[in-house]
């Protein structure tokens, strides 16, 4: 989400400008006769500022638009509506009138289109607009995802540290584990306890390997892990350890591993790890992590978003 964060901006800051100096080639063209070398002289400090605030303003409320839109199919029509729009610009450039007359159509009545097919999800916005709820929807439904989830992985952890189940949870924050979801078998379900527990049930196909949590989803399973090659970690420490410490060593990710010899459950950040955490223990330190953190920056760019790296 966030680099469709910083895509969104950066296409309003190129359109503003784009739109500004055609504005004043217009201008200098037909006042002075000439194109002026400079395009910024006519801007003064105001125009520099409004501008600043109109992008700003525009970036915002669509935005929170695509937050309330998140999740419903009000998504997918939005990627086909992109579509249409690139076949439009491929259609006007090299001159494809036919398909350009279509495309046109399609705009002018697929505008109707979806204000009927997505009426309540219209009036719903409307609703929490006029509730002064569009602003901090997203915020509050967000750190309530995160409650839940952590919620899910502690009552999941608990099961399999009394049975002695071993376990690989990581979960990403802002850099990206993509490459290590690949690796796995695509999941993309809810994070739930029931489907973590049952995920590591040994001698079931993905019980090996790590659960990578991204986006409030098990995003895959039996993924793998590069592993730590610090020599001064513990020789009584199995491969799920090292490869937990090796993950937090090249990401921000955190992982949580419950030993399938004690039950013992550990939690490593940052290439340290913490060994034998009671469960209190642990919820308290995903809670600082994912709750307390995101209350001071946005909610996503923990769980729903992430830069690549």
């Not at 400008?17 to 002289?41: A, D, M, P």
């Not at 109109?54 to 419903?72: A, K, Q, T």
Request: charged letters at 20%.
């Amino acid at each position: 989400m966030k680099s469709l964060k910083s895509a969104l901006l950066v296409i309003i800051l190129g359109y503003n400008y784009l739109r500004r100096s055609i504005l004043i080639i217009s201008k200098n063209t037909g006042l002075r006769g000439g194109l002026s070398l400079s395009l910024f002289e006519d801007y003064t400090f105001v125009d520099i500022l409004i501008s600043f605030v109109d992008i700003l303003v525009v970036w915002f409320i669509i935005y929170r638009l695509l937050m309330v839109i998140r999740g419903s199919k009000a998504v997918q029509l939005l990627k086909g509506f992109i579509v249409i729009l690139l076949i439009k610009g491929f259609s006007s450039v090299f001159k494809l009138s036919m398909l350009e007359t279509l495309t046109n159509e399609l705009i002018k009545w697929g505008i109707l289109a979806v204000i009927i097919i997505f009426q309540p999800e219209i009036r719903k916005a409307l609703e929490e607009l006029g509730r002064a709820k569009f602003f901090s929807r997203s915020v509050q439904g967000e750190l309530s995802q995160i409650e839940k989830n952590i919620k899910d992985i502690i009552a999941a952890v608990s099961y399999m540290s009394k049975r002695r189940i071993g376990a690989l949870i990581a979960i990403e924050q802002q850099s990206s584990l993509d490459s290590f979801i690949e690796s796995g078998i695509s999941i993309k379900g809810d994070i739930t306890s029931q489907l973590l527990i049952n995920i590591f049930i040994p001698n079931t196909p993905l019980h090996d390997g790590a659960v990578i949590l991204q986006n409030h989803q098990v995003a895959a399973a039996g993924c793998y892990l590069p592993l730590s090659e610090d020599q001064l970690i513990s020789k009584e420490l199995g491969t799920r350890h090292r490869a937990a410490i090796g993950l937090s060593e090249v990401s921000d990710s955190i992982t949580i591993i419950v030993s399938e010899e004690t039950g013992e459950v550990s939690l490593t950040k940052s290439g340290v790890l913490h060994r034998d955490l009671e469960l209190d223990n642990l919820e308290s330190m995903l809670k600082l992590e994912l709750i307390q953190v995101s209350s001071n920056e946005s909610p996503f760019w923990k769980w729903g978003g992430r830069k690549n790296g």
